[in-house]
Each structure stands twice: as structure tokens, then as C-alpha cells.
């Protein structure tokens, strides 16, 4: 497996290691590169339409359909709609287990548990109507804090892995996809230099390809061209940045290739303050009391950075900074100069 496309980030808590997604296009669009975790990941898609690829095999995502995304299954998604909505839910299969082996225990949930057995990714139309009402029961209990939340959370999971056994989704499988699959190789690879600048002919090259078809596969199995590819697996390193490190702005855009449009601005200074209302004020605020003065305004630019990054799609860091401008209004895209 490529090491470089795994996700690591927590989901849930030690104790309820489950989480719950509400994706939507508010108002960027949605564009996850391609990686693979440890847990199951099971889509239900509510409105407008979403391109998916799991292991190379293209999807096409409508109101109504469930996808189930395996451990270990490399996936990427983006929105091919400008209303495209979805429930994610995301947690590993050993959750499910029980402390004692009985039948269900041995048959059914440790082969999941233990990739010896994979469920089918697009469920059938009936099997999805079962599973809908199941998975957005299993969604509402996640979230409520008290411990009869995660049980019945648990219960609606355990219903839809049987109706999954019943129906004939699940089969046993003997061994991972071959590690060598050029997708796996150009992603990895991808996520690895996206710091660099690289060039598609450049890219043919590292995998033996002349550019043309070079080119050609990368659009066909990615479902996209090379550089809008490469501009959302930049944005996504930098928002990690962001949340993990305590570095400057400029420093992270450099890490993440945005060289040109970090520097462009000419001015210096802080990030400016952010909105009252918005989700960085609210992590700021939250801090204050633990944050000397220069420290607090940085952190909410940082924060606010990472709110710009997760609703733009393309290329963040285009406008003029804002220090030039403290009164305009703060949209997606919008540039911040750190001192």
C-alpha cells in the first residue's frame, strides 16, 4: 500500500470511534483526492450527483444510491453537480465485533474485520432503499452524546451488515489488490512531490509513458485533468498544515506550491481579524484566555485560512491581500501575509 495516500486523522473518539460527514457544496464545490484508511466509509448519496472512483472503477453517485468503500480501498470523490449532498459515515469493522465468539461473530463480522471478506461498492437499488433509513438512523444516533447513541448507532450498523449478508453484497476475498496498479503509483507519487512543480510530461516520464499517454490515462482514470488533480491535492496538504503545525502562512502556501500567489501580495503584517460569526472566531475565542495578544490574531487567520481552503476548489491565494483592504468582504480565495 502507498503510505503517502493513507489518512490518518482520527475518527470519532477512543471510545466512539465513529464519524459522521454532512458534504455538501457550500458553496465551493466538493474535490477529495484519492487515499485509503483503515475504516469502512459508507456513502449515502441526498442530492445532485457525485463522480466517484474506488480502485479505479468509476461511479456515478445519484439521490438514493449507497456506496460501501472498504478498508484499505483507494477512493477519491468530487461533486459533479452544484447541489451534490451526501452522508458519510466512517468507522472501522472491528467496532462492530462482539466480546465473545458466537456464529454472527465468526462468520459474518470478523472476515470484514480481518479483509477476508469485502461488501460489493454500489449496493442495488433495493438493497440501497434497506439501507438508507438505516444508515441516517445510524448518523442521528452517532451524534447524540449519550451512551445509548453509540449502542444504537451500533444496532443500525449490525442491521445493515445483515441485510448486506442477506442479500448477497459480501464476498470472501484471498488477497489485496496488486501494489503495483499505475493508478496507486501516480497518486502516491502525486502526493508526495505536490510541494514540487511538476509537469505532466515530466510525470509520463517517472511511469514510462510517452506525454500523450501519459495524458490520456490520467483523465480517464482520475476522472479529470492533470492540473486540477494536482491543484486540489495541494489544497488539501496545506489545510493539513494548517490544522498540525503551528507555521506561518507563507511557509505552509510554499509547502504546497503556492509559491508565486504567497508572495505576491508585497505587503506585511498579520492576518487580519476575522468575522465574529464564523468558525474561526468560535476556535479563537475558545483559546483566548490561554493566547498572548499577537498570538491570538494569528491563530485566527490560520484558522480562518483553513475555512477558505475547505470551501475553494481550485487554485486558493489568487486575490489581493486583505491587508490592503480591511473592509472587504472575506470570500473564498481571499490572500493573508503572515509576519
Same mark, same amino acid.
Given at each position: 500500500?502507498?503510505?503517502?495516500?493513507?489518512?490518518?486523522?482520527?475518527?470519532?473518539?477512543?471510545?466512539?470511534?465513529?464519524?459522521?460527514?454532512?458534504?455538501?457544496?457550500?458553496?465551493?464545490?466538493?474535490?477529495?483526492?484519492?487515499?485509503?484508511?483503515?475504516?469502512?466509509?459508507?456513502?449515502?448519496?441526498?442530492?445532485?450527483?457525485?463522480?466517484?472512483?474506488?480502485?479505479?472503477?468509476?461511479?456515478?453517485?445519484?439521490?438514493?444510491?449507497?456506496?460501501?468503500?472498504?478498508?484499505?480501498?483507494?477512493?477519491?470523490?468530487?461533486?459533479?453537480?452544484?447541489?451534490?449532498?451526501?452522508?458519510?459515515?466512517?468507522?472501522?469493522?472491528?467496532?462492530?465485533?462482539?466480546?465473545?465468539?458466537?456464529?454472527?461473530?465468526?462468520?459474518?463480522?470478523?472476515?470484514?474485520?480481518?479483509?477476508?471478506?469485502?461488501?460489493?461498492?454500489?449496493?442495488?437499488?433495493?438493497?440501497?432503499?434497506?439501507?438508507?433509513?438505516?444508515?441516517?438512523?445510524?448518523?442521528?444516533?452517532?451524534?447524540?452524546?449519550?451512551?445509548?447513541?453509540?449502542?444504537?448507532?451500533?444496532?443500525?450498523?449490525?442491521?445493515?451488515?445483515?441485510?448486506?449478508?442477506? +442479500?448477497? $453484497?459480501?464476498? =470472501?476475498?484471498? *488477497?489485496?489488490?496488486?501494489?503495483?496498479?499505475?493508478? !496507486?503509483?501516480? &497518486? #502516491?507519487?502525486?502526493?508526495?512531490?505536490?510541494?514540487?512543480?511538476?509537469?505532466?510530461?515530466?510525470?509520463?516520464?517517472?511511469?514510462?509513458?510517452?506525454?500523450?499517454?501519459?495524458?490520456?490515462?490520467?483523465?480517464?482514470?482520475?476522472?479529470?485533468?492533470?492540473?486540477?488533480?494536482?491543484?486540489?491535492?495541494?489544497?488539501?496538504?496545506?489545510?493539513?498544515?494548517?490544522?498540525?503545525?503551528?507555521?506561518?502562512?507563507?511557509?505552509?502556501?510554499?509547502?504546497?506550491?503556492?509559491?508565486?500567489?504567497?508572495?505576491?501580495?508585497?505587503?506585511?503584517?498579520?492576518?487580519?481579524?476575522?468575522?465574529?460569526?464564523?468558525? +474561526?472566531? $468560535?476556535?479563537? =475565542?475558545?483559546? *483566548?484566555?490561554?493566547?498572548?495578544?499577537?498570538?491570538? !490574531?494569528?491563530? &485566527? #487567520?490560520?484558522?480562518?485560512?483553513?475555512?477558505?481552503?475547505?470551501?475553494?476548489?481550485?487554485?486558493?491565494?489568487?486575490?489581493?491581500?486583505?491587508?490592503?483592504?480591511?473592509?472587504?468582504?472575506?470570500?473564498?480565495?481571499?490572500?493573508?501575509?503572515?509576519?
Amino acid at each position: 500500500m502507498k503510505r503517502e495516500l493513507e489518512e490518518t486523522r482520527r475518527q470519532g473518539t477512543a471510545m466512539r470511534p465513529l464519524q459522521v460527514y454532512h458534504m455538501r457544496c457550500d458553496p465551493g464545490a466538493i474535490d477529495v483526492p484519492f487515499h485509503w484508511h483503515e475504516n469502512a466509509e459508507i456513502l449515502l448519496m441526498q442530492t445532485g450527483t457525485l463522480a466517484l472512483q474506488v480502485e479505479a472503477v468509476p461511479f456515478t453517485g445519484r439521490p438514493g444510491d449507497v456506496f460501501f468503500i472498504n478498508p484499505r480501498e483507494l477512493h477519491g470523490m468530487q461533486s459533479a453537480s452544484a447541489d451534490c449532498a451526501y452522508l458519510a459515515i466512517v468507522f472501522p469493522l472491528s467496532w462492530l465485533q462482539f466480546a465473545l465468539a458466537d456464529e454472527a461473530e465468526e462468520n459474518c463480522l470478523r472476515p470484514l474485520a480481518d479483509r477476508r471478506a469485502r461488501v460489493t461498492t454500489r449496493l442495488d437499488p433495493l438493497l440501497a432503499g434497506l439501507a438508507a433509513p438505516l444508515l441516517t438512523s445510524a448518523a442521528e444516533l452517532a451524534e447524540d452524546p449519550a451512551p445509548a447513541g453509540a449502542l444504537g448507532a451500533k444496532a443500525a450498523l449490525l442491521a445493515l451488515a445483515a441485510q448486506l449478508y442477506r +442479500a448477497g $453484497a459480501v464476498r =470472501r476475498i484471498s *488477497r489485496d489488490r496488486p501494489a503495483g496498479d499505475p493508478l !496507486r503509483r501516480i &497518486a #502516491g507519487y502525486l502526493q508526495q512531490h505536490c510541494g514540487e512543480a511538476p509537469t505532466q510530461p515530466r510525470r509520463g516520464e517517472e511511469f514510462h509513458m510517452s506525454p500523450k499517454y501519459f495524458s490520456s490515462y490520467f483523465q480517464k482514470r482520475f476522472a479529470r485533468n492533470f492540473s486540477d488533480y494536482l491543484t486540489a491535492v495541494r489544497i488539501e496538504r496545506a489545510k493539513t498544515l494548517l490544522q498540525q503545525t503551528d507555521a506561518g502562512v507563507e511557509w505552509v502556501a510554499q509547502q504546497a506550491a503556492f509559491r508565486a500567489a504567497a508572495t505576491s501580495s508585497g505587503c506585511s503584517g498579520g492576518p487580519p481579524a476575522v468575522p465574529p460569526g464564523s468558525i +474561526a472566531a $468560535a476556535a479563537a =475565542r475558545q483559546a *483566548r484566555s490561554k493566547i498572548p495578544p499577537r498570538k491570538k !490574531r494569528l491563530t &485566527a #487567520g490560520r484558522e480562518y485560512c483553513i475555512l477558505l481552503l475547505s470551501k475553494t476548489k481550485y487554485k486558493p491565494m489568487q486575490r489581493s491581500c486583505l491587508c490592503q483592504d480591511p473592509n472587504r468582504p472575506r470570500t473564498p480565495g481571499d490572500v493573508f501575509c503572515s509576519s
